[in-house]
């Protein structure tokens, strides 16, 4: 109105918007006036609001509430295009200062990102989507686009509570549009996640998006994704990122199919590895770090078996699946399986003694260190047969240590079986190889553990002969020195002295060591 009678008004980024729609709605183009209103608010738009990242943030959020004339306009592409290269921009700056103020580029860099990733959270979810597409394509850094995405993510879906994690239950509050708009914001910002290459995104974050997905009922696709992300690095993830708590009414405790379908992609991507390794003998130094991986993750396995043991809805299917689907060469020592076996049997004591048996199968007694052996030999919960395995298998460990051997038979057996037979291919007898030195990894492994129990045991008897015989010995020591000091100046006497006392305390430590 005060455009059309002549009166003065100000364009600025809250109406730039609105102006232009009204302005081509009502045709006032140059063709009836010069400076018309659609030129004055492209000249607004291209030269004032394009200059600046919150001028164009602004402008997309009046965007929201305008008729689909806007996007026709070019008004949204123009605004998401100058966002990004905006931020392009700032991160050009931030890495000249960097080079320049070494002491002082931190914390611009720090100030630099905050602002812009905060004024992004503001967008709506396919504004938000559209301006990170175009500044992945720009060239934005991908560390900075993943600390947006957990920024917006943290503000657009912290209406999600954890009462409502824990209790699906409960009647929520929230409206049909608001879970559905919750929904699209999940599979929207998996969507946008950089590759795994570019990027190293948190897992703690990835497992926070995993837990909404699996809330919001997310695609398929999209929990997939999040599930073969953290399997890529799951050696890092820790025991309480994978207590996923179950929303199904009438299921365990705990979601143990998705951390199931992650162990599964993990194994999946350790084979694909060394599948691709097993064209040449170098690649030995990556196989070796895929192994070092695939122990960490038993480690963490069997610890994730001892915390969901005690459920008492965990059915027996699931436990043992989740046992068999690790490898044996994906343990060294069977303790931690022992331990979550144990806790299961104990939670339920109404398994048939075929299920005991079945479950305990698992459990290789050969594997087992010395304070787990003796545990399991007085353990009344284990079928017998398993308790005359495991007393049969220490009998046997005994009498290899006294015979000297302990595992070098097992050894040279080994590396005699590891001899490629002419009739097998190359790449077979590479992929032998492989195998056996693998194995033949596991059992140093064992023994390196074996051999450290031992000298645990010896430090302790070392212990217990110092007390008992520690005020005699220091006695002894005492007078000792002082003879001889007397048999420096008594000439050749002295010698003849300290031989009674030499062999009395050689038969003296003799009896020591035949009594204990």
Known sequence: MKFCYGMNFEITAANAALLRCAAEYLEMSEDYREENLIARTEVYLNDVVVQSLEKCVEVLCTCENLPPIVEELGIINTCVEAIAMNACKEQLVSGLSTLDCNGESTELKTGSLEWWIEDLSVLRIDYYHKVITSMARIGVRPDSI???????????????????????????????????????????????????????????????????????????????????????????????????????????????????????????????????????????????????????VGRLIDSYLAEIAPDPYLSLQKFIAMIETLPDYARVIDD???????????????????????????????????????????????????????????????????????????????????????????????????????????EISRMRVRLSELEKEQVVMKRGMMEKSGNGKTFFTSLSKGIGRIGIFSGPGGGKRRKPRGSEGKSGRSRRYSVS
Not at 268 to 273: A, N, R, S, V
């Open 146 to 296: 993943v600390e947006s995405l957990m920024h917006y993510a943290q503000i657009s879906l912290k209406s999600i509570g954890k009462c409502q994690i824990w209790n699906p239950a409960r009647p929520n509050s929230n409206s049909g549009t608001t879970e559905n708009e919750q929904k699209t914001i999940v599979e929207a910002l998996v969507n946008l996640l950089p590759t795994l290459k570019s990027s190293n995104v948190p897992l703690s974050f990835l497992f926070g998006m995993l837990r909404m997905a699996i809330m919001v009922e997310a695609t398929v696709a999209c929990r997939l994704e999040l599930e073969r992300r953290i399997a890529f690095r799951l050696e890092m993830a820790s025991l309480d990122d994978l207590l996923i708590p179950s929303l199904r009414a009438g299921d365990s405790l705990f979601d143990i199919d998705t951390v199931h379908r992650i162990l599964v992609n993990f194994l999946q991507q350790i084979e694909d590895e060394e599948n691709e390794d097993s064209g040449g003998y170098e690649s030995d130094g990556l196989a070796s770090l895929g192994h070092g991986s695939l122990l960490k």
């Open 336 to 442: 931690g399986l022992y331990r979550a076996i144990d806790i299961y049997l104990k939670a339920h004591p109404m398994l048939s003694d075929h299920e005991c048996k079945k479950l305990c199968k698992f459990i290789d007694c050969q594997k087992l260190s010395q304070e787990a052996t003796n545990h399991a030999a007085q353990n009344e919960r284990l079928p017998v047969q398993m308790a005359i395995k495991v007393l049969y298998f220490e009998q046997l460990r005994l009498k290899n240590a006294l015979c000297g051997s302990n595992g070098d038979g097992f050894l040279s057996q080994k590396i005699s079986s590891s001899v490629p037979s002419a009739a097998m291919s190359p790449r077979d007898n590479y992929a032998s190889l492989r195998r056996e030195n693998r194995e033949l990894k596991l």
